[in-house]
């Protein structure tokens, strides 16, 4: 099993330089953490109104378990705007990718979310008293945030698949992609014909 630091590590190296989180980034959010812890309840409501409010998403959550998803938004909110936003934060977002395979959590689920979140922090920005750069700073490295973290999330929800595959399978990595690469080239070339295909 990969560790989760390697996962972080692994998913920061692979984005472009102008995409992933940065340093300065983390100054921009701290010089504005008195704005942003203004907008937990904020986040954590409609993003909490979000999910529930479409049918695959909601399906992923059982009864009464909302109050205690939102108190984990909320520890995520409070612990990204305070920071550190170091190797041990990267980290801890590389187990979410874990926290969804089990959960049924999909990527496209996951994605939108952090999207919505980047776009609700747009908007307050732009209502905010902090003048047009610093609120385009903001909203820029918030923006180079949820890159960073989507993308950790994601590898770790995918690495997470192939290590768990190996382990019940017994076949080694390269194995498994050397056998998931034929399969998905199948997969394309059926793809490539599908929408080649006039429309009916």
């Not at 980290?91 to 939108?112: E, I």
């Amino acid at each position: 099993m990969h560790s989760v630091t390697e996962i972080a590590r692994q998913a920061v190296e692979q984005m472009p330089p102008a995409c992933r989180f940065r340093p300065e980034d983390a100054q921009v959010i701290y010089e504005h953490k008195e704005l942003l812890l203004g907008l937990e309840r904020e986040v954590v409501q409609g993003f909490y109104d979000t999910v529930y409010g479409h049918g695959p998403t909601a399906a992923i959550f059982v009864e009464g378990e909302r109050p205690d998803r939102e108190a984990t938004l909320s520890h995520w909110w409070r612990r990204t705007v305070n920071g550190p936003l170091n190797d041990q934060y990267f980290a801890w977002m590389a187990t979410v990718g874990l926290v969804h395979v089990l959960r049924g959590v999909q990527n496209p689920m996951m994605l939108a979310m952090t999207d919505w979140t980047v776009g609700v922090l747009a908007d307050n920005v732009a209502h905010a008293a902090i003048g047009q750069t610093d609120g385009e700073r903001l909203v820029e490295a918030f923006r180079r945030l949820a890159s960073t973290v989507g993308a950790i999330i994601t590898l770790g929800y995918d690495q997470a698949v192939v290590d768990a595959l190996y382990n019940v399978a017994g076949m080694p990595e390269a194995l498994l992609r050397r056998l998931r690469d034929q399969e998905v080239a199948s997969a394309l070339e059926r793809a490539r014909e599908e929408i080649r295909r006039p429309p009916r």
